[in-house]
């Protein structure tokens, strides 16, 4: 029997190193910046992120698509991920839980892969030179057109200051139902991730999801008890209407900010945000509690950090930090019911240390619930 041949692709980065591999996926052309992933497992999770809006993934475990792709893992209703770069590609789906293969899904969605390149130079790469842009293109490439391709990454808008928020919000508020007398809580969607609801819900709360660009007057008219602001793409310097709304809101209800959410409280407040050398993305990120000196393994994926000594008169204290460069991985306002963490405690992909993050904003959520239920000349005396 005759072996099958890989259709060609090239990986072209704009400093000019060009990659030879295979294609698969949905087949043609793609550009965008390239980041990786150190997760074992997750390719679906990842690809149907919102917060790799943008973005091609690189995944440093080397055999991808072998359990294939189920409906019950989508992070959203589609992938956003612009490119995947694989060292192996895994063509059969061996698990039950499978509704079909990683390869049809990413032609389905329209997910340019290649696979065969040398992953681990590829990520020493952006280890050392930070995050880079590249096209890959399926098909062989001549010397003319992988100057065009290499011309074509460097051409490509950067991700700094965009606001792609628009691109990835709901375009409407909705709700899921409930059947219990739960506290209202209103998420603000820079690009949610479908688990943050699910462990909102697990957690005690009724919860409701709004568009990004929703005014702090049309948030407070749904009578909530809490603010979650989510995680989502590009650079947090872009909404500047987030920032706004952020500022307006602050210590009027308990907030809880994730991943964009932390940053946008950073911001608000009249910090700086800072973009790392080649981010955070993977499931296994040690992150210190420096509360209570425990370590927690992390889920990640985020491009930029918050600088909290920027942040006027202290008015956030840091509680976690990263164990593997001292970034910012947490904080909590002095005053206010309000803290935020950097990375991605609804664990999907990735451990599920953090979880307790969503106990702790009910709880806290609940006692507001109390305070609000009293009496105004009660509230004002307390």
């Not at 499931?283 to 370590?295: F, R």
Request: aromatic share 8%; charged share 20%.
């Amino acid at each position: 029997m005759a072996l099958l041949r890989k259709p060609p692709a090239v990986l072209a980065l704009e400093d000019g190193t060009v990659y030879y591999g295979y294609a698969f996926g949905h087949p043609g052309r793609t550009v965008g910046e390239i980041v990786f992933n150190t997760s074992m497992t997750g390719y679906q999770e990842i690809l149907t992120d919102p917060s790799y809006h943008g973005q091609i993934v690189t995944m440093t475990y080397p055999h991808i698509g072998n359990y294939g792709v189920s409906v019950y893992d989508m992070e959203s209703n589609k992938p956003y991920a612009r490119g995947f770069i694989v060292r192996e590609f895994a063509r059969a789906a061996s698990n039950h839980r499978a509704n079909q293969d990683l390869r049809s899904f990413m032609t389905q969605h329209g997910i340019v892969g290649i696979e065969g390149i040398d992953t681990r130079a590829l990520t020493r790469r952006l280890r050392t030179g930070g995050v880079i842009k590249g096209v890959i293109h399926h098909g062989a490439a001549d010397d003319a057109l992988e100057a065009e391709l290499v011309a074509e990454a460097r051409a490509h808008a950067d991700i700094d200051g965009r606001d792609m928020t628009p691109e990835v919000t709901t375009p409407l508020p909705y709700a899921r139902p409930t059947f219990r007398e739960n506290p209202r809580v209103v998420v603000v969607d820079f690009g949610i991730k479908h688990s943050i609801v699910y462990k909102l819900e697990q957690a005690g709360a009724e919860v409701i999801v709004v568009p990004a660009q929703t005014t702090p007057a049309q948030i407070m008219a749904l009578d909530p008890y809490g603010l979650v602001l989510s995680n989502g793409p590009g650079d947090p310097d872009g909404p500047k209407y987030a920032h706004d709304t952020v500022w307006q809101l602050l210590g009027l209800l308990p907030t809880y900010g994730i991943c964009m959410g932390h940053q946008l409280l950073g911001l608000a407040v009249g910090g700086r945000t800072y973009k790392l050398t080649h981010g955070h993305h993977g499931a296994n990120t040690p992150v210190k509690n420096v509360i209570t000196g425990e370590v927690e393994i992390t889920s990640q994926n985020h491009n930029y950090a918050v600088d909290i000594d920027s942040i006027p008169g202290r008015q956030f204290v840091a509680t976690h930090v990263n164990l593997n460069d001292g970034t910012l991985e947490g904080m909590a306002h002095q005053r206010y019911p309000v803290f935020s963490v950097q990375y991605h405690p609804e664990a999907s992909p990735g451990p599920h240390d953090a979880s307790y993050l969503f106990r702790r904003f009910i709880d806290e959520v609940n006692a507001f619930e109390g305070a609000a239920a009293l009496p105004a000349a009660a509230r004002a005396g307390a």
